[in-house]
């Protein structure tokens, strides 16, 4: 059996140790216990001052609530002792005299009787799995599935079971009999592990002996010293507590100025205050680093403040260790700090979940995603900022700081997922933020964390960075794959690449083979309902048909189990599409199932995956985009095939997918199985990871156009010369004899400069003594609306011709004018639809319509099947059609009935929509800096508002904080959260009860995002009074 599969082993690409072995040095010993207390707290006061600031006073009202009054106790909840709005009568008084009083009330007989009931459900016993008499639970008329699969299964084809269900039901029983409880099982501590978990203070003290350090001042250890030894049970008060935390922040950062670079023992926690380890362990439950977390914050590269990369694998607790060194940075170095990931649901999920700590710690926690972020942002005095970016914001950012003078400010940029610097037109926007930062500012560090590099020296030669990797996975992760009814273990490291493991344990019938020719159930069935799975499917349609698949041939037992929770669930999935549910959902989620794309709406999405996080669902079907988004981790993970749609899969994109398996915590070990087919089975799992190339030369050299265009208007550089200087620090330049074979570096560095002054975005300057190349004004609106190239001369064209008959009737014309140009190629218009939509327009709208070249006659010509004439601009037609479907979204606000209308599906409706915003921001930017479009300013102000939030108006504040969606904004404001202020002002406790389905965790994240946005806002006020009245 074992010899079926020859498979040839590529270079294995051995990963250096030499990081893990050498630099080891540990932080220094010490015991928890509460610190000392000492009076004042810097922030306070700052805000108290700016409460009694005449001018601010209405606006700071709503802040000061919880600000004046926040305190915490060691040994509670983290969140339990916030003022409340119960709690806080005099802030109520201010709120209900400028809006709401009565529904206060209702709020606390709300808590007092409305608290749901949640039905606890004990673990149901599977005692039995279907049959094939009883295996087909009665089904609803109504539950009509698109799912053509579904459609064409009988019942008859249920006649067999997969033997892997019998064995699960045989355990079952067994379970049962030894009257052992199911709970236990799923949460019961790993057994193995690699490498075992670490105590920070365990090692220290094995460390303490074996190596001498040097010593830092006096007065750093005493104060340490004492907070270490202080009794821990002692209760604190907010005063004391904030006071400790300002000392312990001063101390560690006067020993960082006055510690030579070597020493590195610097306080509690990293040199940090020791509330940060609380904090960690309260918010995270996370109680000990790992070993090489460990080591890798005591490297010597980490300790000087030279760039670094370290590469470990999947759940590999990468975050922890650059979020420790993020908030070094900011307290310690008391500088800001620059976290860039690579989408806006991370970006969203990580505000959430840094907010708690910024509202502990005294930092700002800033949102640049989608349309959200300020340029340049808001200067703050005595508080720094965590920005965290998508890769395209951080651009921006970065942009508007170096334009600013402000680059210095920002101490550490982190990239997670630093792979994706080889990852098309998005990856070179990650080198050209990189490049500019070396460039412009030397005391900026960089660190990048990534699981899957293959050519690291090539990414350490452009960042000038040292480099760290270790092979630490907390739990085991088995890789099998599947070659008919085998199941063969991968062992790169054996001369065969494949160990035979065993015979897939199966028993199907010819109707049942015929459709589940993979095995997927009996794959499935061995892991859930006990356990969670993933399964990685090619296509999203694949996705939908795999989960209504699967099923079928699931017992009813199966509809038993959390059924109270399930039920819930899929109440919320409908209230999140004002009363539609996704016929696929309707019919899963009741066996513990969903599929999971990017078809769903973010809200369903998010939905979902919070009923897996918790149990709720027990399998996924999923398309790769779950690989690389948020943390949702499997005892199995089943690739469907190896194919990424028609593409071959990656091996990065594999190694993504496979690491999802193995629960920190929950689980002993995890495994993958990738089903191949004979044809696949000379391609290798175990081939070496691939090469990250530059993307500047990508589509025909767009990126090398474009850094070059900004880099000559934020007056980085101004001759031909500097820009060859600054583009000899790309990774283009460090690859240049793999990417630039017909040409070189300095000759595509000249031919751009060349095609810049074509299109009229740059110009020679006319004297010599202005320098040497200048911006125009349209290559300085390109830059800092952020631009596409191909898309500005058009972009300024569609503008001005804007303002000689702009209609204001209504928004279709605005809407028009920022429905993004590159969308166009995603999709076809139904000319029928298109028709349809468009006879029902205003007469004005209509003459809008064909001042922009689509007349009536044009679409009608189209629905009836004729074809247009040669002249026609098919992408303003195409656009105008995306704008139709806005145009709707924002009439609307319901997805789904326009997902109707128009034939599209929601997720992309979702999609285009935020595409939209963020496009129309990036117009607002353009327009600014031509003085021709100054109407456009606030038009375009208001209309980026509308499409972010595409909502009733009443719950755009709710939806402000980060990833409140709808669904959850409507409960909040039912449950009588109105305002910002409410929310910030709200008990975790208290919302917990009166909103449907809030755990405890959202309830706090909720409740610090607020406090944070709220803060955040006030600060700004408080900036921009201090401008306008410097002598205050
Ligand atoms: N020291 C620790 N002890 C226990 N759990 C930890 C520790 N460090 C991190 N974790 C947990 O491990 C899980 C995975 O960590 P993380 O998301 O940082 O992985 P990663 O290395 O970034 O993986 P990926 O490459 O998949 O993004 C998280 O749930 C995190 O909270
Ligand atoms: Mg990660």
Redesign the pocket.
């Known amino acids: 059996m074992s010899g079926e599969i020859k498979v040839r082993r590529v270079s294995s690409g051995k990963r250096s140790r030499d990081g893990q072995r050498s630099h080891l040095t540990p932080a220094r010993k010490r015991t928890s216990g509460s610190a000392q207390q000492c009076p004042g707290s810097t922030g306070e006061i700052e805000l108290s001052r700016a409460m009694m600031t005449q001018s601010l006073h209405g606006k700071f009202n709503e802040v000061g609530g919880w600000l004046n009054s926040r305190k915490t106790n060691d040994t509670e909840d983290l969140f339990g002792d916030y003022d409340s709005i119960l709690a806080d009568s005099s802030f109520l008084a201010k709120l209900d005299g400028a809006e709401e009083n009565a529904k206060q009330n209702d709020i606390h007989s709300a808590t007092r009787t409305k608290c749901p009931v949640v039905q606890k459900y004990d673990n149901i016993d599977f005692t039995s799995l279907k049959s094939s008499t009883d295996n087909c639970p009665k089904r609803s008329c109504d539950d009509s599935m698109t799912d053509s699969i579904l459609e064409g299964l009988g019942d008859d084809s249920l006649i067999d079971i997969p033997s892997s269900q019998l064995a699960f039901q045989q355990d079952i029983l067994q379970t049962a009999e030894n009257n052992c409880c199911t709970d236990e099982d799923i949460t019961s501590t790993p057994v193995r592990h690699p490498e075992k978990?670490?105590s920070v203070e365990n090692r220290n003290e094995s460390h303490i002996t074996h190596k001498a350090r040097k010593s830092i001042s006096d007065h750093l250890k005493r104060t340490m010293m004492g907070n270490a030894t202080a009794p821990s049970s002692v209760s604190r008060t907010a005063v004391q507590e904030a006071a400790i935390v300002t000392k312990e922040i001063n101390v560690a950062m006067e020993a960082m100025k006055a510690v030579s670079v070597e020493t590195t023992d610097l306080g509690p926690f990293f040199g940090l205050p020791t509330k940060v380890k609380e904090l960690i362990r309260n918010l995270?439950?996370?109680?000990?680093?790992?070993e090489w977390?460990n080591t890798c914050l005591n490297l010597d590269s980490v300790q000087q403040r030279r760039n670094l990369i370290y590469s470990?694998?999947?759940?590999?607790?990468?975050?922890?260790v650059a979020e420790i060194l993020i908030l070094k940075e900011l307290l310690c170095r008391n500088k800001d700090a620059l976290f860039i990931l690579p989408y806006i649901s991370l970006v969203q999920e990580k505000v959430r979940g840094l907010a708690s700590f910024g509202v502990e710690l005294d930092f700002m926690v800033e949102e640049y995603a989608g349309s959200k972020g300020r340029f340049p942002p808001v200067k703050r005095r005595g508080k720094r900022s965590l920005y965290i970016a998508t890769i395209e914001k951080a651009h921006s950012l970065v942009n508007s700081l170096i334009e600013a003078n402000r680059l210095d400010n920002v101490g550490l940029v982190v990239v997670?997922?630093l792979h994706m610097l080889g990852d098309g037109s998005r990856g070179a926007i990650i080198e050209m933020t990189l490049a500019k930062v070396i460039y412009v500012s030397n005391l900026t560090q960089i660190i990048g964390?990534?699981?899957t590099l293959g050519n690291v020296q090539d990414l350490q030669r452009f960042l000038k960075a040292e480099n760290y990797t270790n092979d630490f996975r907390?739990i085991e992760l088995k890789e099998y794959v599947k070659l008919k009814d085998s199941i063969y273990e991968v062992t790169p490291k054996e001369e065969e690449c494949f160990r035979f493991s065993r015979l897939l344990n199966f028993k199907y019938s010819s109707a049942m083979q015929n459709i589940d020719q993979d095995h997927i159930v009996a794959l499935v069935t061995e892991v859930i309902p006990r356990q969670s799975c993933l399964v990685f499917c090619p296509t999203k349609k694949n996705c939908e048909n795999v989960a209504a698949m699967i099923c079928k041939y699931l017992t009813k037992e199966f509809l038993q189990h959390k059924l109270a929770e399930k039920a819930t669930l899929l109440g919320e999935l409908k209230n999140s599409g004002n009363g539609s549910l996704c016929p696929v959902l309707r019919k899963t989620v009741p066996y513990g199932l969903a599929y999971h794309h990017s078809g769903l709406t973010s809200e369903e999405r998010k939905l979902v995956e919070e009923a897996y996080s918790s149990g709720v669902l027990c399998l996924l079907t999923c398309t790769s985009t779950l690989a690389a988004g948020i943390?949702l981790p499997a005892r199995r993970v089943i690739l469907r095939s190896p194919y990424v749609a028609a593409d071959f899969l990656k091996r990065s994109q594999y190694k993504?997918m496979v690491?999802?398996a193995g629960r920190?915590?929950i689980d002993t070990h995890g495994e993958s199985i990738l089903i191949i087919q004979d044809k696949d089975k000379e391609l290798l799992v175990s081939a070496p990871m691939e090469i990250c190339k530059s993307n500047l030369m990508y589509d025909n050299g767009k990126g090398v156009l474009s850094l070059i265009l900004s880099l000559i208007g934020l007056n980085i550089t101004n001759s031909l010369q500097q820009v060859m200087d600054f583009m000899r620090g790309t990774l283009l330049s460090v690859q240049e004899k793999q990417l630039c074979l017909e040409r070189s570096l300095w000759e595509v560095t000249q031919d751009c400069v060349e095609q810049l002054k074509q299109k009229g975005l740059v110009t020679e300057a006319a004297k010599p003594k202005e320098g040497g190349l200048q911006v125009t004004n349209l290559g300085r609106a390109t830059y800092k609306g952020s631009v596409d190239l191909t898309y500005c001369e058009v972009l300024y064209r569609d503008l001005s011709k804007g303002l000689e008959c702009l209609m204001l009737g209504s928004f279709l014309h605005l809407v028009y004018l920022v429905t993004p140009y590159d969308m166009v190629s995603q999709f076809k218009p139904d000319w029928m639809v298109y028709f349809r939509q468009f006879t029902m327009l205003s007469d004005v709208e209509q003459k809008m319509c064909a001042a922009v070249g689509v007349p009536e006659s044009l679409i009608a010509r189209k629905a009836a099947g004729q074809n247009m004439k040669k002249n026609v601009d098919l992408v303003g037609v195409n656009r105008l059609y995306m704008a139709l479907v806005l145009l709707s979204l924002l009439k609307e606000t319901d997805l789904w009935s326009v997902a109707n209308k128009f034939q599209l599906s929601r997720g992309f409706l979702q999609t285009l929509l935020s595409s939209s915003s963020a496009f129309c921001s990036c117009v607002l930017h353009f327009t600014e800096e031509l003085e021709e479009f100054w109407p456009f300013k606030a038009l375009l102000t208001e209309l980026t508002r509308r499409l972010t939030y595409c909502v009733q108006a009443e719950l755009i504040p709710l939806m402000e904080v980060a990833g409140v969606m709808e669904g959850r904004a409507k409960h909040l404001y039912n449950a009588g959260y109105k305002t910002l202020a409410h929310l910030a002002n709200a008990d975790p406790n208290i919302l917990v009860k009166t909103v449907e389905n809030l755990f405890k965790k959202q309830a706090n994240q909720i409740v610090a995002s607020a406090k944070m946005l709220l803060n955040e806002k006030a600060d700004a006020l408080q900036q921009e009074y201090l401008c306008e009245n410097p002598f205050y």
């Open positions: 978990s670490f995270k439950g996370i109680n000990d680093l790992y977390q470990l694998p999947t759940s590999g607790g990468k975050t922890l997670d997922e964390m990534s699981a907390p943390n993504q690491g999802r920190a915590g």
